[in-house]
């Protein structure tokens, strides 16, 4: 009779034991698993992110290169306005 409980007990205890380390094995792997998850969407935000600063930077550049051509056009409009009212 007390091998039985003996073995009851014992069989009791080593299957709870399991259970925590199965458990707490199970959680890390899932911990892991969602850290490498969030580590690829990181990468693809940060990889986006710099193609907009990229493109950003070029749209700038062109609207500088605009304003110029309307600074441009807009003084040789004031040149040829002057021309007009100089030959009225």
Known sequence: MDN???TALFSF???LVGY???SRKSN???DR???ENMKGVIE????TIEDLKEE????????KEYKSCINKM???LKQFKKQINQSV
Not at 44 to 47: A, I, K, L
Not at 57 to 62: G, I, N, P, T
Request: hydrophobic share 45%; net charge negative.
């Open 4 to 6: 039985i409980v003996i």
């Open 20 to 22: 925590f380390v199965g």
């Open 28 to 30: 890390a792997e899932t």
């Open 33 to 35: 698993i969602v850290l």
């Open 56 to 63: 950003v930077s070029e749209l700038k550049k062109e609207i």
């Open 74 to 76: 807009e003084d040789e």
């Open 13 to 15: 205890v080593s299957t």
């Open 44 to 47: 693809v935000y940060t990889q």
